[in-house]
């Protein structure tokens, strides 16, 4: 973008790329951005890490988990005879 600092632009950019995010929301968030405190801004990007770092998919029911596999799946006394199909997380 132009006349905007590099870190600004890259950062319109970078949210850009998200589903449902153009390029106007990834400016209006990008602004919000700077006038929030650092401690809220430093919150959201350890938590964007951390969603990249401790998250995996459990291997027997492809939910999203910290552990493979879940806690759901790892139930003893579940019912296995029972199946929950879920479209999307």
Known sequence: ?????KPVA???EELSRLPGIGPKTASR?????LRAP???VKALSQAIGELKEKIVTCEI???ITEV???PICR???RNRSLLC???EP
């Not at 973008?1 to 600092?5: K, N, P, S, T, V």
């Not at 968030?29 to 951005?33: D, P, S, V």
């Open 61 to 63: 029911c492809y939910n």
């Open 68 to 70: 493979s596999p879940c």
């Open 10 to 12: 890259r950062l319109v």
């Open 1 to 5: 973008m132009r006349g905007l600092a």
């Open 75 to 77: 139930d003893e006394e």
């Open 85 to 87: 199909v879920v479209e």
């Open 29 to 33: 968030l990008t602004f919000y951005l």
């Open 38 to 40: 650092k401690e809220q």
